[in-house]
């Protein structure tokens, strides 16, 4: 009876560790690489072996907004060809299709920049906090374009805290 016991308990801590979330899921905020201040609060979310991230709150802005900077945009893949600027900001997945390369990290996929309507492709590479150089577990995110491209550094957040920008 112990040797059975001992077995499922094994068999529940190998269970647990398959079906682990990958440390990119999550509540972030994203910041401004340029004025440090919080832009948007996002969740990530694997379903179907595929990363994608929605805006659950915006900095600065009505939480109604419009992606209005997109106007005339449209990409085959998203969002079954809208219009980017009949999008609302907050409530739409703007990074989708990631695939994983490895435990918190992710490429192949695009994220449109709500402001301008822009894709591009991007990464997301998940840093744990270390108390140097990451203070808070953060997420880089990479939209590139060619062999073009810049970071922006997420920090993780609540869910309260993701969808409480105003």
Same mark, same amino acid.
């Given at each position: ?5 001992? &077995? ?8 647990? *560790?398959? @079906? ?5 899921? #999550? ?6 690489? !340029? ?16 990363? %994608? ?6 900095? /600065?802005?009505?939480?109604?907004? !419009? ?5 005339? !945009?449209?990409?085959?893949? @998203? *969002?079954?060809?809208? +219009?980017?600027? =009949?999008?609302?900001?907050? /409530?739409? %997945? ?6 994983? +390369?490895?435990?918190?990290?992710? %490429?192949? #996929? ?8 822009? $894709? ?5 590479? &998940? ?5 140097? !150089? ?7 995110? $990479?939209?590139?374009?060619?062999? @073009?491209? $810049?970071?922006? &550094?997420?920090? %993780?957040? =609540?869910?309260?805290?993701?969808? /409480?920008?105003?």
């Amino acid at each position: 009876m112990k040797k059975i016991i001992a &077995f499922l308990a094994v068999l529940l801590v190998a269970a647990t *560790m398959c @079906f682990a979330a990958d440390p990119a899921e #999550g509540y972030w905020i994203s910041i401004d690489e !340029k004025t440090e201040q919080p832009t948007a609060g996002w969740q990530i979310q694997v379903s179907g072996n595929k990363l %994608s991230g929605k805006i659950l709150s915006v900095a /600065g802005n009505p939480q109604d907004i !419009k992606a209005t900077g997109g106007k005339g !945009k449209s990409y085959d893949n @998203f *969002m079954n060809g809208a +219009d980017v600027a =009949t999008l609302t900001t907050v /409530g739409t %997945s703007w990074i989708w299709d990631l695939s994983k +390369d490895g435990e918190g990290k992710w %490429s192949g #996929g695009y994220i449109i920049d709500p402001n301008d309507g822009k $894709r591009y492709k991007c990464k997301i590479t &998940f840093h744990k906090a270390d108390g140097k !150089k990451y203070k808070k577990d953060t997420l880089e995110m $990479r939209g590139e374009v060619g062999p @073009f491209g $810049r970071s922006q &550094f997420w920090t %993780s957040a =609540t869910e309260a805290e993701a969808k /409480g920008l105003k």
